[in-house]
């Protein structure tokens, strides 16, 4: 595999960025792949998803030839962040590989919590501390750097918040437009991240739904690319890098349970194909953890298709919740979704707003963590699972804190 240099961000002193140059090897991109029907698709035209089956596609890489240099060994002396993963991410040359210093975000191992429940290998991955203060960071950063690798200069998004303050960033650092079409009611600390970033800012009655309505018709009318969750290839392999991490962290192994909010799904869907890179690639073995799915009791399609035994998520009518990224009534994914949860032997369970705002005041009570209501969502759900019984409490558990509770002040 050809090596191509890259600069990339290591350090921070006073304020100035030092930039070092390496050698990192080439993606080792073969094409976008329809998961439904199997229909291939050129990864080096701009794609969206399957018009005849309705849903996501994603990307394959050459893992027998990535495998000759993604080795544990490499990878260790590589500059921390998602690039240093290049073989199985699909941006082709180093010039477009954007950066704001997302990934590699701690995992903490929180032992107050864990003895207060009697849990002895409770952890938490906090993605509040990527730019932006979340994890979409991760899959921005992506899609926008392979837009721009394929000439894309004009970006749109429909959010319920972080994501379109993350796309404002990205666009930003790149020179490229943003479109931002956010509900009304969404988090001011996100309509302002979208403003000062010099984004353009709509705001829209009703729900991340009618936003996306609104969004794709401007984007039709004006040619603006649309970057809605799993509606093009790409956030999908930024945020499976938090499955990629998670292996390195825990010295390739994963652990027993991954307990993770679901609004779109693109984190949960990622990550379960991150698991299945790393085995074809010799990192991990065929062990997985049990993905655990959690929604508000206000706007839970997945638990809902779920307990029905349904491959398919309704449309939630009447979406509410205080946790505005799992405010998300209908899921493009749906169906990888449900199927990594099954797959996995995991399951699905919706909580109580009530309950949030509690597990929030005790994470940053317990653990000194101001996590968002989402992340905080998963601690509830680790409550209800060791009560039912379905979880061990000696099990290797790991709670997705999605973002910063600061953002919703």
């Known amino acids: 595999m050809k090596l191509r240099a890259i600069s990339v961000l290591i350090v921070k002193n006073s304020g100035c960025a030092i930039l070092q140059t390496m050698k990192l090897p080439e993606s080792s991109l073969l094409h976008l792949e329809c998961p439904e029907c199997g229909k291939p698709f050129n990864a080096d035209e701009v794609q969206t998803f399957c018009l005849d089956c309705r849903g996501p596609l994603l990307a394959r890489y050459d893992l027998s030839a990535a495998r000759t240099t993604l080795t544990r060994q490499a990878l260790s002396a590589r500059p921390k962040g998602i690039w240093r993963w290049s073989e199985i991410l699909p941006v ?58 394929l000439g894309l200069h004009g970006f749109v998004i429909p959010t319920a918040g972080n994501a379109g303050g993350a796309l404002a960033a990205y666009a930003a650092r790149a020179r490229a437009q943003a479109h931002v079409y956010m509900p009304k009611d ?53 945020k499976k890098t938090m499955g990629l991490e998670l292996a390195e962290s825990f010295g390739w192994e994963l652990p027993d349970v991954i307990i993770y909010p ?30 655990v799915s959690v929604q508000a009791e206000g706007c839970a399609p997945v638990v809902r298709a779920f307990n029905g035994k349904s491959d398919r998520a309704q449309f939630w009518d009447g979406a509410h919740t205080i946790a505005a990224g799992l405010r998300v009534p209908g899921a493009f994914a749906d169906r990888l979704i449900l199927r990594a949860i099954r797959e996995s032997k995991g399951t699905a369970l919706a909580v109580s707003d009530e309950e949030i705002l509690a597990c929030q005041k005790e994470l940053a ?38 973002g910063s509770g600061l953002k919703y002040l």
Not at 118 to 141: C, H, Q, V
Not at 265 to 290: H, N, S, Y
């Open 186 to 238: 969404a988090p001011i600390s996100n309509q302002m991240e979208v403003k000062i970033s010099g984004a353009e800012l709509v705001l829209v009655d009703g729900l991340i739904s009618d936003a996306a309505k609104l969004a794709g018709e401007h984007a039709k009318n004006h040619g603006w690319f649309d970057v809605s969750t799993f509606k093009e290839p790409y956030r999908c392999e930024g």
């Open 262 to 291: 679901t609004g779109g799904g693109t984190g949960l869907v990622g990550m379960w194909k991150a698991f299945d890179e790393l085995e074809q690639l010799g990192l991990i073995g065929a062990g997985r953890p049990r993905m």
């Open 92 to 149: 082709r040359a180093p010039a477009f590989r954007l950066t704001l210093g997302e990934g590699d975000t701690p995992l903490l191992k929180v032992d107050n919590l864990g003895q207060a429940l009697g849990m002895s290998e409770l952890y938490i991955k906090d993605e509040s501390a990527n730019p932006t203060g979340s994890f979409k960071a991760r899959g921005l950063a992506m899609a926008v750097a392979r837009a721009l690798e």
């Open 365 to 402: 009570v317990v653990e000194g963590l101001f996590a968002a209501p989402e992340g905080a969502a998963t601690l509830t759900a680790v409550k209800h699972l060791l009560q039912d019984g379905w979880l061990g409490k000696n099990e290797r558990v790991v709670l997705f804190n999605t």
